[in-house]
């Protein structure tokens, strides 16, 4: 039977924060992330969660961390509920599947953003002026098109129901400085080239994703989620068409459905139909199957 979990109530933890999918706690040495079942879209969190999402975010993430350390380390000690510490104990069938405990990291305030085909913002700011985040892109391009190469186009991270907003690399030199913003998109562009390498091989296009990275010391890790259907295009490959929108595994199918509907993408949002919900969950669900070789009970 699904167990859905739209909020975590764990009374004897510390609550640090709630985002829009992930619920994190502080419990001493290490925080302990739990990606919820809650859906948002347009920065917007709905008011129906999509079943086992929290599960698929979570194992397609440890997937892809245990793929990328030779690259970089990142923020997981473990997802392993049995070795979590005993406060952790008495949530455990809550926790079980859709939890990672991590490393103390300090999140960088950038969103690291690698666009390996023209879509989404992208795609608006190319029919715009020919640029994204300030790189000039060929002309002739259509909807969906493949990058002669990927591209690193960075963005700020706003506060919880604001919007990001997409920003050319100098910016980002000015927040964080030269020798970080060189390092962070040099490690961003080879994961992505790493990740959509690996998918495609698996029938997967990933048309642009977005990383976050933190600091442990002085050291720089990858955190939060990687190669996500939340956090990225997933196209079918069998499918594709460039010269306008793609077939995804993603939430792309939701903004659509919620695009189709008088909603002005402000709180609160509107209720989804069963078959909205079902029909999303079977998106992430096969994503999760495709990419990792197991649907993890699912």
């Known amino acids: 039977m699904t167990h ?27 925080y302990l992330m739990v990606a919820t079942d809650r859906m948002s879209a347009f ?20 997937f892809w961390f245990n793929i990328m350390a030779p690259l970089v380390d990142n923020h997981v000690i473990t997802a392993d509920v049995s070795r979590y ?17 991590v490393k103390k990291a300090r999140p960088l305030p950038v969103e690291c953003v690698v666009r390996g085909y023209i879509t989404g913002s992208g795609w608006k700011s190319y029919l715009k002026d020919g640029t ?14 493949r990058l002669p190469e990927p591209i690193f186009t960075p963005s700020t991270k706003e506060e919880l129901g604001k919007h990001d907003i997409n920003i050319d690399f100098d910016e980002m030199v000015r927040r964080i400085g030269a020798p970080l913003a060189e390092q962070v998109r040099d ?35 990858l955190i939060d989620e990687v190669l996500t259907p939340d956090s990225s295009r997933f196209w079918p490959d069998a499918t594709y068409a ?7 595994f993603d939430k792309q199918y939701l903004r659509d459905y919620l695009l189709s509907l008088d909603w002005d993408k402000t709180p609160p949002g509107p209720p989804l139909p069963q078959a909205v919900i079902d ?11 495709l990419i990792s070789d197991d649907r993890h009970g699912l």
């Open 85 to 101: 510490p005993a406060s952790c104990q008495p949530y455990a069938a809550d926790l079980e599947g859709r939890s990672i405990l």
């Open 4 to 30: 859905v979990v739209r909020e975590t109530d764990f009374p004897t933890l510390k609550l640090l924060q709630r985002g829009k999918v992930r619920d994190m706690y502080d419990i001493g040495d290490a």
């Open 132 to 145: 994204v985040c300030g790189i000039r892109l060929p002309e002739g391009l259509v909807e969906s098109d």
């Open 43 to 62: 920065d917007v969190v709905l008011p129906d969660p999509i079943p086992d999402k929290g599960i698929v975010l979570t194992q397609i993430s440890l």
């Open 242 to 248: 460039p010269g306008g929108s793609q077939k995804s």
């Open 187 to 221: 490690l961003s562009l080879a994961i992505y080239k790493k990740g959509a390498g690996i998918a495609a091989e698996k029938g997967i296009l990933i048309a642009d994703t977005k990383f976050e990275f933190g600091m442990v010391d002085d050291r720089l890790i």
């Open 279 to 289: 029909n999303t969950r079977a998106k992430y669900v096969e994503a999760l199957t």
